[in-house]
């Protein structure tokens, strides 16, 4: 079973510059998920859908930050303009559930590592 | 706000069974704790999760204590591959909640 898969791996820019990650979700899972993980601390949840629906953007900073899961597959993440403090791994996770009490394994991609000059 | 305390780093020596605490006195009754852990430049991956009772798989075991107020993930035989941040999370494993939040972990160095 292959896994989630992210692009690009790594991307360097500079602050006001855009930027854009793709995800590619297990085949199958209905539930998406971007994290933001900034070095020395854990994954922080960005944003997450259910197919192409948005269940929780509230951590999302919306005024530079947007995602979007069209056709209920593949998602993309944007940052417009980035700042430095943008710099970070962003991982996109995947799982298979919604709707029953069960556990949730999230599997999670690669991550792209974002740096902001 | 995370609601587990993990010391921030541990070493164990290669071949020796590996005990990563957790303290979460404030778990709720229908919570569960889940272990995910974060090797070098990857995504986190799921190791084992449980609600009250020890729980072993290929990977790990975990034990809980019986007020729930802690848990302890046990390695049992670390090789430098388990070399990781290992992060221990409280969640409702109820309809829809489907969100990890994550702490600090533990830095886990397994030395030769």
């Known amino acids: 079973e292959a896994g989630v898969a992210q692009s690009p791996r790594y991307k360097i820019i500079e602050k006001r510059q855009s930027v854009a990650f793709w995800c590619n979700p297990i085949?199958?899972?209905?539930?998406l998920y971007w994290y933001q993980q900034i070095l020395g601390q854990g994954p922080k949840l960005l944003i997450q859908?259910?197919?192409?629906?948005?269940?929780?953007d509230s951590q999302l900073p919306k005024d530079r930050f947007s995602a979007e899961r069209l056709k209920g597959v593949d998602s993309t993440l944007k940052i417009q303009p980035a700042k430095l403090e943008d710099s970070a791994v962003y991982l996109c996770?995947?799982?298979?559930?919604?709707?029953?009490?069960?556990?949730?394994?999230?599997?999670f991609g690669p991550g792209t590592r974002l740096t902001v000059l | 706000d995370a609601k587990t305390t993990q010391p921030p780093s541990m070493d164990c020596a290669e071949g020796r069974a590996a005990n990563l605490p957790c303290n979460h006195s404030?778990?709720?009754?229908?919570?569960?704790v889940y272990w995910y852990r974060q090797i070098h430049s990857q995504g986190p991956q799921y190791i084992i999760h449980?609600?009250?009772n020890n729980e072993t798989n290929e990977m790990a075991s975990l034990i809980i204590t019986e007020d729930r107020k802690s848990s302890t993930l046990i390695l049992p035989h670390a090789t430098l591959r388990d070399t990781a941040v290992y992060y221990c999370?409280?969640?409702?494993?109820?309809?829809?909640?489907?969100?990890?939040?994550f702490g600090k972990g533990t830095k886990l160095s397994v030395i030769p």
């Open positions: 085949s199958g899972h209905a539930t």
């Open positions: 999370i409280v969640k409702d494993s109820g309809a829809g909640s489907y969100q990890l939040t």
């Open positions: 996770a995947s799982t298979s559930i919604w709707g029953r009490e069960v556990y949730n394994e999230q599997f």
């Open positions: 404030t778990i709720s009754g229908n919570e569960y």
């Open positions: 449980g609600l009250k």
């Open positions: 859908f259910q197919n192409n629906g948005v269940v929780d």
